[in-house]
């Protein structure tokens, strides 16, 4: 067993006899188990999968444009492939991947807990999703959905012929595996901190994640009722969204967005919990400004709730609701900027590594600012009615999400690797991925804020023939193929390094945090003994001196 | 065991509250005060469902966060009605919704 | 290293039963249930807070037909089935309470008592769905030889209301001008949209109910084996937090949809 008392100067150790991963090897030992950590894995096994399928509907909509006419697929079959990719995007792949796969490894063992407060809870989390996904695979399979990922009515209700049923009921048992993780998250951080690890002591990961849990909580239950509402429209051939008896299909773009803006930050948060966590390790210095951090978290994710309306300016939503709504909608990139802020004050004067974490770190930072200051843009009402439903718009959620969350996760996935596999992967192939993967972001999505300005409309499988359209279209399906590369080699090498990957020692990186006090991989009980935390976040020293493990005492 | 034990005197005395408030909203429903039914029957089942909460569901004798809990929860709902409401409200009236709704012609 | 009263590796011998291993103590996993369950309710809260905001706004709109078409719900088995959830409620907190105290039989009876209550609920509600199919109030065209009508054959027409004034009931107008009027389309397919909430509201409260008769009768069998205590019963409690969030839905939804129209529009009874 490594000794958590020892100075770690990486240098290469074999593995832990008992370990999570070697406890069991059978397939019931994982597709039962209630261990945290292994249903982490079983998720990142399960959204890796869709995140592969939504990209593959992103390819066949980047051969689409690649002309202006609607000349590779009929406009019908493109309408069910921006949908698709938009449903499994969001749902199967952006909603659970922090959360559920570094958020379900990690928040037990950063709290200094055994594991979440409901295991079983948090397996069936895993077993809603797979059966939500099943119906989402059935109605691609069946012959698709083209309603858009956002189900507008009436379309959705009463008009579109396609598996909506299908597609619903799944995005409504999917709802409830995020209502779960969240419920399960809350409870474990407010009960099961380990002594000594007082709200302030805990990583900024900690606090984005328990952000997150409460609007996944709070936001969930309104889209899986609302899209009930539309499965019992379709089955009732009437329904409260349905003009004929009295219906105001706004009505459901207010109850779906009520949930969707706040999605947004469940996709987002997570992300930037963990690079809280990189900037930090990488520069080797305690984050500027912890408790705005924290508190920005939580701001963002109360106020998240109040701003929805803005993505129904030319809806039919009154002009005075829409002022409201654009007026808050300014004041939540406070928070946001708080972070990016605090996280540039902490690179000044940091000691820092270009390790891939950070690299991806770096990047996030970079489009982060790109996509949420183009979200102001979106705010004003006058100019949104000018780039609604525009390329503009996706370009925006792109950089957010994809330049933002995407980013997050890979980099985050490379710097716990080490902790889930007790493998490092290989320095150099990581890096060139990043720098692929940041090439072809740009490449990708820059264009599409011109195109969106320069009014080419969304969801349209054709557009007008112009060369500076086409020009732009082409850079951007070229930036996507880019990008395409970027993401497959880490499905090469992370695989690899399992196997050939020189062995972890329990803190390869030199931070600060339970996790990197416990063995790589760790125990199945996550420590050897319960710590008694009394140090503060962060404490960082200058990369001159080694790190002086923290002391787990043990408990009596 | 830090646990609160509710008597069972307490339980049946909100029993009998709940039943008579019942009793109350069947009665004032049967007569015409127009406008103030709606706030007179909401009421009276604000009442009842606080009763409920504090004593059957021992809010009243629970932490703190258990309280923030409750209170967020109804908290958020009213964020979804009176946000929403800010768009109907003030939309011109038409046949379908809009407009701030006229007071319910007394019949 | 000195004798530890409890490592990572497991609970000491003295541990309660029912201590999951991941709790450090009884009072840490009583403490992460009760957390646990009341954020579950307030998901729930925002659940049926959709269909209430629907609610909200188009009894806003259509006040008139709303009211009328509440007059179409049968009052005393609404009333009814109010009290006999409030008296399910007692005696759900007052198994909670000899759970407490670690009164096995009366936790059993108790428990039993709520069930047949609960029960009760249910075939009420089954009595006026059906009535409902039958008087063709079920909306859209959910079973296609019963499509949606209103002031036909259905509730408006004098034999179905002795004593009320179909004529006024079907058409507020008729008061005012004194005449009778062709039936309002619109006011027909208001009526629809009321019985649609009525119906998605009472069907997802009632699905609620059934799976807390589930969760009882599984609360029942353990209460039977003797496995609660008053150091272990969260289960009860928990049990009853659920049980007493589905009564006050009710109580909300019997004064919003049943007591809309009980004044008459023609005036009082």
């Given at each position: 067993m490594i000794d958590a008392a020892r100075i770690d100067d990486g240098v290469a150790v074999v593995p832990p006899k008992d370990n999570y991963i070697n406890r069991a090897y059978s397939i019931k030992s994982w597709l039962l188990t209630k261990d945290h950590k292994r249903i982490a894995i079983l998720y990142l096994i399960t959204i890796t999968f869709f995140f592969f399928l939504g990209g593959a509907f992103a390819v066949m909509i980047r051969l689409e444009l690649l002309t202006p006419h609607s000349d590779l697929v009929q406009p019908e079959t493109y309408n069910k492939f921006f949908t698709m990719h938009g449903v499994v995007m969001v749902f199967l792949f952006l909603i659970p991947s922090v959360p559920a796969t570094l958020g379900n490894f990690l928040v037990p063992i950063m709290i200094g807990a055994k594991d979440l407060a409901f295991p079983k809870i948090n397996l069936l989390s895993w077993y809603i999703l797979v059966v939500g996904a099943a119906f989402i695979l059935y109605a691609v399979v069946a012959g698709g959905v083209d309603t858009g990922w956002t189900f507008y009515t009436p379309y959705s209700s009463t008009y579109s012929n396609s598996y909506v049923m299908a597609a619903a009921i799944g995005v409504f048992i999917t709802g409830f595996s995020s209502i779960l993780t969240g419920l399960n998250f809350i409870v474990t951080i407010h009960t099961m901190r380990a002594p000594g690890m007082t709200w302030y002591r805990l990583p900024l990961f900690i606090w984005s994640h328990y952000a997150t849990s409460l609007i996944m909580v709070l936001g969930t239950p309104v889209i899986a009722v609302t899209i009930l509402l539309v499965g019992l429209e379709r089955v009732f051939r009437v329904g409260i969204f349905d003009p004929a008896i009295g219906g105001d299909p706004i009505l459901f773009q207010h109850l779906f967005w009520f949930y969707s803006h706040p999605a947004v930050y469940i996709m987002l948060l997570p992300g930037m919990g963990v690079i809280s966590e990189l900037i930090a390790a990488f520069s080797r210095k305690n984050i500027f400004g912890y408790k705005f951090v924290a508190f920005a978290s939580l701001g963002i994710a109360i106020y998240g709730?109040?701003?929805?309306g803005h993505h129904m300016f030319?809806?039919?939503?009154?002009i005075y609701g829409s002022l409201i709504f654009s007026f808050l909608s300014y004041f939540v990139a406070i928070p946001s900027a708080i972070k990016v802020f605090n996280w540039t004050a902490t690179l000044y004067r940091g000691s820092i590594s270009y390790d891939t974490p950070m690299l991806y770190a770096l990047g996030f930072i970079g489009f982060f600012l790109i996509g949420g200051t183009t979200g102001l843009f979106l705010a004003a009402i006058g100019l949104d009615i000018h780039v609604h439903d525009t390329y503009f718009v996706v370009a925006h959620f792109h950089y957010v999400m994809v330049g933002g969350t995407v980013m997050a996760y890979l980099g985050g996935l490379h710097y716990w690797w080490p902790k889930l596999t007790g493998r490092m992967y290989p320095e150099g192939w990581a890096r060139l991925s990043a720098l692929i993967i940041f090439v072809g972001f740009n490449l990708t999505f820059f264009p599409q804020f011109i195109l969106g300005y320069m009014g080419m409309p969304r969801r349209y499988a054709a557009y007008p023939d112009d060369p500076i359209w086409q020009m732009l279209n082409v850079f951007s399906t070229a930036g996507a193929s880019i990008l395409g590369a970027g993401y497959l080699l880490p499905m090469i090498y992370l695989p690899w390094s399992m196997r050939y990957g020189k062995y972890a020692p329990a803190n390869p990186w030199g931070a600060t945090g339970l996790e990197w006090q416990t063995s790589s991989p760790p125990p199945t009980e996550n420590f050897e003994e319960t710590p008694i935390v009394t140090w503060e976040p962060y404490e960082y020293r200058p990369r001159e001196e080694k790190v002086v493990v923290n002391k787990i005492l043990p408990t009596d | 065991m830090s646990e609160h034990i509710v008597s069972k005197t307490i339980y049946f005395l909100i029993f009998g509250a709940l039943m008579v408030l019942t009793v109350v909203t069947y009665w004032v429903a049967l007569y015409d005060f127009g406008r103030m039914n709606v706030v007179i029957a909401l009421a009276v089942a604000v009442t009842k469902a606080v009763l409920v909460v504090l004593f059957f569901m021992h809010v009243r004798y629970s932490t703190r966060l258990t309280k923030i809990v409750v209170i967020s929860g109804f908290f958020w709902l009213a964020i979804l009605v009176s946000l929403t409401l800010s768009d109907y409200f003030t939309r011109p009236a038409t046949s379908g919704v809009g407009g701030v709704p006229a007071s319910k012609s007394t019949r | 290293m000195a004798e530890a009263v409890h490592t990572t590796t497991g609970h000491p011998a003295s541990a309660h039963a029912a201590l999951q291993h991941h709790f450090e103590n009884m009072e840490q996993q009583r403490e992460a249930g009760t957390l646990g369950m009341w954020i579950f309710l307030v998901t729930e809260i925002m659940f049926f807070g959709g269909m209430f905001m629907a609610y909200i706004l188009y009894r806003a709109y259509n006040a008139d037909a709303f009211a009328a078409a509440s007059n179409a719900l049968n009052v005393k088995m609404g009333f009814a089935n109010t009290i006999v959830l409030i008296c399910s409620s007692l005696t759900m907190a007052l198994a909670v309470y000899y759970s407490q105290v670690g009164k096995r039989m009366m936790i059993v009876v108790m428990l039993i008592l709520t069930m047949i209550l609960g029960t009760a609920f249910l075939v009420v509600k089954a009595f006026e769905y059906y009535d409902k199919y039958e008087k063709n109030e079920i909306p859209g065209r959910l079973f296609p030889s019963r499509p949606f009508k209103w002031g036909e054959s259905g509730h408006g027409s004098p034999a179905q209301e002795p004593g009320r004034d179909a004529t006024t009931e079907r058409n507020p107008q008729a008061v005012q001008t004194g005449q009778e009027q062709k039936p309002d389309p619109n006011f027909a397919s208001r009526v629809e949209m009321f019985f649609f909430i009525y119906f998605a509201m009472t069907g997802l409260h009632a699905l609620h109910m059934v799976i807390g008769l589930g969760m009882l009768i599984v609360l029942t069998i353990m209460a039977w084996k003797g496995r609660f205590s008053p150091e272990y019963h969260s289960p009860v409690e928990l049990g009853g937090l659920y049980w007493h969030f589905v009564d006050i839905v009710w109580i909300f939804l019997f004064p919003l949809l049943y007591l809309l129209g009980a004044h008459g529009v023609g005036g009082g009874h």
């Amino acid at each position: 067993m490594i000794d958590a008392a020892r100075i770690d100067d990486g240098v290469a150790v074999v593995p832990p006899k008992d370990n999570y991963i070697n406890r069991a090897y059978s397939i019931k030992s994982w597709l039962l188990t209630k261990d945290h950590k292994r249903i982490a894995i079983l998720y990142l096994i399960t959204i890796t999968f869709f995140f592969f399928l939504g990209g593959a509907f992103a390819v066949m909509i980047r051969l689409e444009l690649l002309t202006p006419h609607s000349d590779l697929v009929q406009p019908e079959t493109y309408n069910k492939f921006f949908t698709m990719h938009g449903v499994v995007m969001v749902f199967l792949f952006l909603i659970p991947s922090v959360p559920a796969t570094l958020g379900n490894f990690l928040v037990p063992i950063m709290i200094g807990a055994k594991d979440l407060a409901f295991p079983k809870i948090n397996l069936l989390s895993w077993y809603i999703l797979v059966v939500g996904a099943a119906f989402i695979l059935y109605a691609v399979v069946a012959g698709g959905v083209d309603t858009g990922w956002t189900f507008y009515t009436p379309y959705s209700s009463t008009y579109s012929n396609s598996y909506v049923m299908a597609a619903a009921i799944g995005v409504f048992i999917t709802g409830f595996s995020s209502i779960l993780t969240g419920l399960n998250f809350i409870v474990t951080i407010h009960t099961m901190r380990a002594p000594g690890m007082t709200w302030y002591r805990l990583p900024l990961f900690i606090w984005s994640h328990y952000a997150t849990s409460l609007i996944m909580v709070l936001g969930t239950p309104v889209i899986a009722v609302t899209i009930l509402l539309v499965g019992l429209e379709r089955v009732f051939r009437v329904g409260i969204f349905d003009p004929a008896i009295g219906g105001d299909p706004i009505l459901f773009q207010h109850l779906f967005w009520f949930y969707s803006h706040p999605a947004v930050y469940i996709m987002l948060l997570p992300g930037m919990g963990v690079i809280s966590e990189l900037i930090a390790a990488f520069s080797r210095k305690n984050i500027f400004g912890y408790k705005f951090v924290a508190f920005a978290s939580l701001g963002i994710a109360i106020y998240g709730f109040l701003v929805w309306g803005h993505h129904m300016f030319t809806s039919g939503q009154s002009i005075y609701g829409s002022l409201i709504f654009s007026f808050l909608s300014y004041f939540v990139a406070i928070p946001s900027a708080i972070k990016v802020f605090n996280w540039t004050a902490t690179l000044y004067r940091g000691s820092i590594s270009y390790d891939t974490p950070m690299l991806y770190a770096l990047g996030f930072i970079g489009f982060f600012l790109i996509g949420g200051t183009t979200g102001l843009f979106l705010a004003a009402i006058g100019l949104d009615i000018h780039v609604h439903d525009t390329y503009f718009v996706v370009a925006h959620f792109h950089y957010v999400m994809v330049g933002g969350t995407v980013m997050a996760y890979l980099g985050g996935l490379h710097y716990w690797w080490p902790k889930l596999t007790g493998r490092m992967y290989p320095e150099g192939w990581a890096r060139l991925s990043a720098l692929i993967i940041f090439v072809g972001f740009n490449l990708t999505f820059f264009p599409q804020f011109i195109l969106g300005y320069m009014g080419m409309p969304r969801r349209y499988a054709a557009y007008p023939d112009d060369p500076i359209w086409q020009m732009l279209n082409v850079f951007s399906t070229a930036g996507a193929s880019i990008l395409g590369a970027g993401y497959l080699l880490p499905m090469i090498y992370l695989p690899w390094s399992m196997r050939y990957g020189k062995y972890a020692p329990a803190n390869p990186w030199g931070a600060t945090g339970l996790e990197w006090q416990t063995s790589s991989p760790p125990p199945t009980e996550n420590f050897e003994e319960t710590p008694i935390v009394t140090w503060e976040p962060y404490e960082y020293r200058p990369r001159e001196e080694k790190v002086v493990v923290n002391k787990i005492l043990p408990t009596d | 065991m830090s646990e609160h034990i509710v008597s069972k005197t307490i339980y049946f005395l909100i029993f009998g509250a709940l039943m008579v408030l019942t009793v109350v909203t069947y009665w004032v429903a049967l007569y015409d005060f127009g406008r103030m039914n709606v706030v007179i029957a909401l009421a009276v089942a604000v009442t009842k469902a606080v009763l409920v909460v504090l004593f059957f569901m021992h809010v009243r004798y629970s932490t703190r966060l258990t309280k923030i809990v409750v209170i967020s929860g109804f908290f958020w709902l009213a964020i979804l009605v009176s946000l929403t409401l800010s768009d109907y409200f003030t939309r011109p009236a038409t046949s379908g919704v809009g407009g701030v709704p006229a007071s319910k012609s007394t019949r | 290293m000195a004798e530890a009263v409890h490592t990572t590796t497991g609970h000491p011998a003295s541990a309660h039963a029912a201590l999951q291993h991941h709790f450090e103590n009884m009072e840490q996993q009583r403490e992460a249930g009760t957390l646990g369950m009341w954020i579950f309710l307030v998901t729930e809260i925002m659940f049926f807070g959709g269909m209430f905001m629907a609610y909200i706004l188009y009894r806003a709109y259509n006040a008139d037909a709303f009211a009328a078409a509440s007059n179409a719900l049968n009052v005393k088995m609404g009333f009814a089935n109010t009290i006999v959830l409030i008296c399910s409620s007692l005696t759900m907190a007052l198994a909670v309470y000899y759970s407490q105290v670690g009164k096995r039989m009366m936790i059993v009876v108790m428990l039993i008592l709520t069930m047949i209550l609960g029960t009760a609920f249910l075939v009420v509600k089954a009595f006026e769905y059906y009535d409902k199919y039958e008087k063709n109030e079920i909306p859209g065209r959910l079973f296609p030889s019963r499509p949606f009508k209103w002031g036909e054959s259905g509730h408006g027409s004098p034999a179905q209301e002795p004593g009320r004034d179909a004529t006024t009931e079907r058409n507020p107008q008729a008061v005012q001008t004194g005449q009778e009027q062709k039936p309002d389309p619109n006011f027909a397919s208001r009526v629809e949209m009321f019985f649609f909430i009525y119906f998605a509201m009472t069907g997802l409260h009632a699905l609620h109910m059934v799976i807390g008769l589930g969760m009882l009768i599984v609360l029942t069998i353990m209460a039977w084996k003797g496995r609660f205590s008053p150091e272990y019963h969260s289960p009860v409690e928990l049990g009853g937090l659920y049980w007493h969030f589905v009564d006050i839905v009710w109580i909300f939804l019997f004064p919003l949809l049943y007591l809309l129209g009980a004044h008459g529009v023609g005036g009082g009874h």
